[in-house]
């Protein structure tokens, strides 16, 4: 017994040294030191010069920034009046503005504002320490470009791969989506071209603007589409017959989603059984916007059993859309609201019975549920006869721009200048 001792003893000694082992490495990682924050110059002299910079972070203004390189409560104060001088936007500071610090040694020198490309907001020191501000706005070249493209994936995908931006994505679908629906019509291998401005700012992209012609050419669809402002000065996007691309009532509610359940028979999910399922489910992020497909008079607005958050809006000729398992109500709905085709009416969410966040959207034709991806609905005002030669002209001239870049396309380069205006 006397010889097995000292190996019992190291036994019941080796938990206790492994838990001083790990509590010491604990006690090493705790106070290893945090990044510091950037605070000025980081080793100044009287003659060097030093330049910094930071962006706003959520929920952040300027005065977070100036507070982070610790610059002194009076000069901030200062430099917020100077601001006020050049009717700076207090109230439309975001996430992601730049702002940049000039330093000689450790003196403060001078601050710049930049919410974009195009504008920026300087701050310079007198003599007597006294902040003023001045505004500069940059010029913006713009240029008129054609995109082209496979889908692969999904239209956002594709367009964001060529250069696009998020908000140009949606402006095209939004012109097609009376035509197109992009959750359940989107394939790969579908082609799309674009006629768009592309505003630069010293030779980098700003933003994208009007765009004149879109096309998509699926399996099942090849739709054009053509701005076009006539004598009037009546605007809309026209087919190449000329008729409205807008239609009475909107394909989906959604800008985008997944379709997750279609119409017809099914197994509910909760339930356990087999039964009709009236409408489609778009799967989207909880709080996604929810839009009205159609002008009409808000009937209900309320709690309605399984579907949870309930909106239902009769709209003309017999028609009637509800809105299933909602978060919440658009601004202002409720029963005997006038709604626009377009106005959001409430949000997704997965209140009633839902296995998670996702819309729940019917039709109703004469009491009847109809299969929502089927509707068909009426166009609205094709072009006038009398401006049909020269909706043709434009067309035409789009077109033509189109296939010019088609021809010239370089294949490392999606962006063929086709006219360019200061």
């Known amino acids: 017994m006397i010889e097995h001792q000292p190996a019992s003893a190291v036994r019941r000694v080796l938990p206790v040294i492994i838990g001083i082992i790990f509590a010491g490495v604990a006690i090493i990682f705790i106070r290893q030191p945090k990044p510091r924050i950037p605070c000025g110059p980081q080793l100044p002299s009287p003659e060097s010069t030093y330049w910094g910079g930071d962006i706003l972070q959520k929920g952040e203004v300027l005065k977070e920034v100036l507070n982070r390189w610790c610059v002194p409560t009076d000069v901030v104060n200062s430099i917020y009046s100077a601001l006020a001088t050049v009717q700076f936007p ?36 007198d003599s007597s320490g006294t902040a003023l501000a001045t505004k500069t706005t940059k010029p913006v070249d713009t240029v008129r470009v054609a995109i082209t493209g496979t889908i692969e994936n999904s239209l956002w995908h594709s367009l964001l791969k060529l250069g696009g931006t998020p908000e140009l ?97 099914r197994h509910h999910p909760i339930l356990r059984v087999v039964r009709p399922h009236n409408g489609v489910d778009y799967v989207a992020p909880r709080g996604t916007p929810v839009s009205a497909i159609a002008d009409g008079v808000v009937t209900m607005a309320r ?64 009491g009847k549920p109809v299969n929502p991806l089927k509707v068909i609905p009426p166009r609205a005002e094709p072009v006038a006869k009398k401006f049909l030669p020269l909706f043709e002209q434009t067309k035409l001239s789009y077109l033509k721009e189109i296939k010019n870049h088609n021809q010239q396309q370089d294949i490392t380069d999606n962006y063929k200048p086709i006219s360019i205006s200061k």
């Open 90 to 125: 207090f109230t439309r500071m975001k996430p992601g503005d730049s702002v940049s610090f000039y330093y000689r040694g450790l003196q403060l020198i001078g601050v710049d504002y930049h919410p974009d490309l195009v504008t920026s907001y300087q701050i310079r020191f």
């Open 169 to 265: 994505v949606v402006e095209f679908a939004e012109i097609l989506r009376y035509d197109i629906d992009f959750f359940t019509e989107c394939n790969n291998g579908d082609t799309f071209e674009l006629l768009v401005d592309k505003l630069q700012v010293d030779g980098k992209l700003y933003r994208y603007g009007q765009i004149y012609a879109v096309h998509y050419r699926s399996r099942q669809e090849n739709v054009y589409g053509f701005y076009f402002r006539d004598p009037t000065g009546h605007i809309d996007y026209y087919n190449e017959k000329g008729q409205s691309l807008r239609k009475t009532v909107l394909r989906s509610p959604l800008s985008f989603a997944k379709v997750s359940s279609y119409f017809g028979m």
């Open 303 to 366: 709690w309605q059993g399984g579907y949870g958050k309930m909106v239902e809006i009769k709209h003309a000729g017999g028609l009637v859309s509800r809105y299933g398992h909602l978060s919440g109500y658009g601004p202002g709905i409720k029963t005997g609201k006038m709604v626009r085709q377009g106005a959001t009416i409430g949000y997704v969410g997965a209140t009633g019975l839902a296995t998670g966040p996702h819309l729940h959207f019917e039709i109703r034709q004469n």
